[in-house]
């Protein structure tokens, strides 16, 4: 059993790199994938009775180009004309060099992550395709993760690797502006990823460890091919940071439970201290830029020993900084209560009347949590509870929805709930 685990495990972490090793040598992303999926399956049957091969590496792509000469030779023996045959050359006969050959092999999972984060591609099929290509996940564990149905994710997956394929992108890493646009499409990527994983927008799960473990995962490799970029650290740090509050975000009724209240000592200070380290060596160094400075926020929370403590002057400099180089509403939002938080609620209140007009916010359940959140505050009970109730018919995290309507229906004790940043 422990052998059989130790070979998942391992066939998992070589899957993106044999992946892109074989789109890097014979490009046909569709067929690569069937063909890696292939050696996969080979190598998880295989391996626990025979053992682990010297070089598993070299025996995954060995594998998966064998399987792709024969997916294209029943390819060309479907196709009859002399141009499609010429178009699905077979892969004994490409001029390129070796899929494993030694000196860019660590380079292929970036690459392979640049490509599924294509610009022609929308969001929601970059963060799909990422996910079944480097991610390595099922379709139908996207499609459950985010709620829709198998045949959609099917569906959007397919016309992304057919987009890619048509645009004859070249497998490689692109350079100059190019590789820095791109590399913002990846980070943005599995950024979403990770959020969608620690904080639901809908669903009865509170928390979807299997997407943010994997964007921590999938953003580790990124920080390891990349580690002098600066934002690349960033993010890391940050994801590492909120994720280290997990544990003490659900109670043990089950329900939702704010920063502010927290039990920080289930806090996993492990991952704080690793976090904290990233940030503070990636600050000094070049260009500060918003992942960094989230990231900077939540090491000034996460090193807070009780929520009382919290040096909020600090967090609302951070924040000040970061609107400067992001148009965000959400860290407008977060700035407007770590305003009330130093300077009282009716400051941040007042921010708050100048973001209600933000068309990119009015439908956000987080708008009204944070405005019911300052109107208690401030003692404007009733118009807190419409506030709760609003956010809470806006949401579609079902535990969410839950927290709101409990706020609503307690206005009537004594008791205050302290604001809270939108984590």
């Given at each position: 059993?422990?052998?059989?685990?130790?070979?998942?495990?391992?066939?998992?972490?070589?899957?993106?790199?044999?992946?892109?090793?074989?789109?890097?040598?014979?490009?046909?992303?569709d067929l690569a994938e069937d063909a890696t999926q292939e050696a996969l399956l080979a190598a998880a049957t295989q391996w626990p009775a025979e053992g682990i091969p010297e070089n598993p590496l070299g025996w995954l792509i060995?594998?998966?180009?064998?399987?792709?000469?024969?997916?294209?030779?029943?390819?060309?023996?479907?196709?009859?004309?002399?141009?499609?045959?010429?178009?699905?050359?077979?892969?004994?006969?490409?001029?390129?060099?070796?899929?494993?050959?030694?000196?860019?092999?660590?380079?292929?999972?970036l690459i392979l992550l640049f490509l599924c984060c294509h610009p022609s591609l929308s969001p929601a099929s970059q963060i799909a395709l990422t996910l079944r290509a480097v991610g390595?996940?099922?379709?139908?564990?996207?499609?459950?993760?985010?709620?829709?149905?198998?045949?959609?994710?099917?569906?959007?997956?397919?016309?992304?690797?057919?987009?890619?394929?048509?645009?004859k992108l070249p497998f490689g890493m692109p350079s100059g502006a190019e590789r820095t646009a791109r590399l913002s499409a990846v980070l943005h990527v599995l950024y979403l990823i990770f959020n969608e994983g620690y904080a639901p927008t809908s669903g009865p799960n509170p928390y979807r460890r299997d997407l943010s473990v994997e964007a921590i995962r999938l953003t580790r490799i990124v920080h390891r091919?990349?580690?002098e970029d600066g934002e690349v650290t960033g993010l890391l740090a940050?994801?590492?940071l909120i994720d280290a509050r997990s544990a003490a975000r659900i109670g043990p009724d089950g329900a939702l439970v704010p920063m502010a209240e927290q039990d920080r000592s289930q806090w996993d200070a492990e991952a704080i201290a690793d976090g904290t380290a990233l940030i503070t060596q990636a600050l000094p160094h070049g260009p500060t830029g918003p992942y960094q400075l989230q990231a900077a926020i939540a090491a000034v929370h996460d090193e807070a020993p009780t929520a009382e403590q919290t040096d909020w002057p600090q967090i609302t400099a951070l924040y000040?900084?970061?609107?400067?180089?992001?148009?965000?509403?959400?860290?407008?939002?977060n700035h407007a209560v770590a305003v009330a938080m130093t300077h009282g609620a009716p400051q941040g209140l007042a921010l708050l009347a100048e973001l209600e007009t933000e068309e990119r916010l009015i439908s956000d359940h987080r708008l009204h949590a944070v405005r019911a959140?300052?109107?208690?505050?401030a003692g404007e009970r009733e118009g807190a509870r419409e506030s709760y109730l609003t956010a809470a018919e806006l949401t579609g995290n079902a535990?969410?929805?839950?927290?709101?309507?409990?706020?609503a229906t307690r206005l009537d004790s004594t008791s205050q709930c302290p604001a809270s940043e939108i984590r």
């Open positions: 059993m422990r052998e059989t685990t130790e070979v998942e495990g391992l066939v998992r972490r070589l899957a993106p790199q044999v992946l892109g090793a074989v789109v890097r040598r014979y490009g046909h992303v060995t594998v998966a180009a064998r399987r792709l000469t024969d997916l294209l030779r029943r390819e060309q023996a479907r196709r009859h004309r002399e141009e499609a045959s010429f178009a699905w050359t077979l892969p004994d006969q490409w001029l390129a060099p070796a899929a494993d050959r030694a000196p860019e092999d660590s380079d292929d999972t390595g996940l099922t379709t139908t564990e996207i499609a459950r993760a985010f709620l829709v149905p198998e045949a959609t994710m099917t569906r959007r997956i397919t016309r992304a690797k057919q987009r890619i394929t048509a645009s091919l990349i580690p940050l994801m590492l000040e900084l970061l609107m400067r180089t992001t148009d965000n509403p959400i860290i407008a939002l959140h300052l109107l208690e505050a535990l969410q929805q839950d927290y709101l309507r409990t706020n």
